[in-house]
């Protein structure tokens, strides 16, 4: 029996450096030791598998638009019991590709008997639909997040899971440093872009909401406490659209978390006013 690990490098550097400065951080402010990180992911393999081996280290990112690997790529590279894996970065930052060949991988070593254990640190719903079918093969996935894992990752996602796990600061501090960034404190001034953020959100929310009848509220809001908090996928699908276009890019772990606890809360208000 195997385990295989399934590294999504960009929830790791967002939810990471977010975790230690109090906002995501740009990657070239970021300094990972690769060696480090790779170690501690199979000791979590073993601890979440002990009784299996491992396989390897699947590490996917996004290869930026100048097509150069960066340092850590190489790292990882070439690293004993890894491989890298790269989709692409478009041209407003966002990774594209990655979650289809961590679905794909996952899907095709399942269904090879490669592996008998995955675990996947990710936050991103649309890895479920791999877990899914990982899991009819008889496959056992144990999703390991960065606290706070329930803000970061997908309700979705943690549902399918076999087990959940969750990294603490002083994990994350052993492989991830962010040296030239203060840390940002709550109640400090520069708050201006969650604020408007936020804003944003409500405006979507309400828009949304307004022109459904009484009756169609209510069954939204029963299907959300039915679901402990999930929003529906009727909702939530074309809710993130519309959040992209007048945000300007895609939604990252922490905002799809804070805007699903808006939009819940909306939601309850216009059928209790």
Do not use: C
Not at 27 to 48: F, H, P, Q, S
Not at 222 to 250: K, S, V
């Amino acid at each position: 029996m195997q385990i295989a690990l399934f590294v999504d490098a960009g929830y790791l550097y967002a939810q990471g450096s977010s975790l230690l400065i109090g906002q995501k951080q740009e990657r070239m402010a970021i300094n990972l030791t690769v060696d480090n990180v790779l170690g501690k992911l199979a000791e979590k393999a073993k601890e979440v598998a002990p009784s299996v081996r491992l396989l390897r280290i699947y590490w996917y990112d996004g290869l930026p638009r100048h097509g150069r690997l960066t340092n850590d790529h190489i790292a990882v590279a070439q690293a004993q019991d890894s491989k890298l894996r790269l989709g692409t970065i478009n041209s407003e930052g966002a990774q594209k590709g990655v979650d289809s060949l961590i679905v794909t991988d996952l899907i095709d070593l399942a269904r090879n008997n490669a592996i008998s254990d995955a675990l996947i640190l990710s936050g991103d719903e649309d890895i479920r639909i791999g877990v899914q079918i990982a899991q009819t093969f008889g496959v056992r996935v144990h999703l390991l997040g960065i606290k706070p894992a329930r803000g970061s990752q997908s309700l979705e996602l943690m549902q399918e899971a076999d087990t959940r796990h969750e990294w603490p600061e002083e994990v994350v501090r052993e492989f991830m440093t962010v040296p030239n960034v203060q840390p940002v404190s709550e109640g400090e001034p520069g708050v201006s872009d969650d604020t408007n953020f936020e804003t944003v959100v409500l405006e979507a929310a309400r828009e949304f909401i307004r022109p459904h009848d009484e009756s169609k509220r209510e069954d939204f809001v029963r299907i959300l406490n039915e679901a402990h908090g999930q929003i529906p996928p009727e909702i939530d699908r074309p809710m993130l659209a519309i959040l992209r276009n007048r945000l300007g890019g895609d939604l990252d772990y922490e905002q799809r978390a804070r805007y699903r606890e808006i939009f819940a809360d909306q939601l309850r208000e216009a059928i209790s006013s």
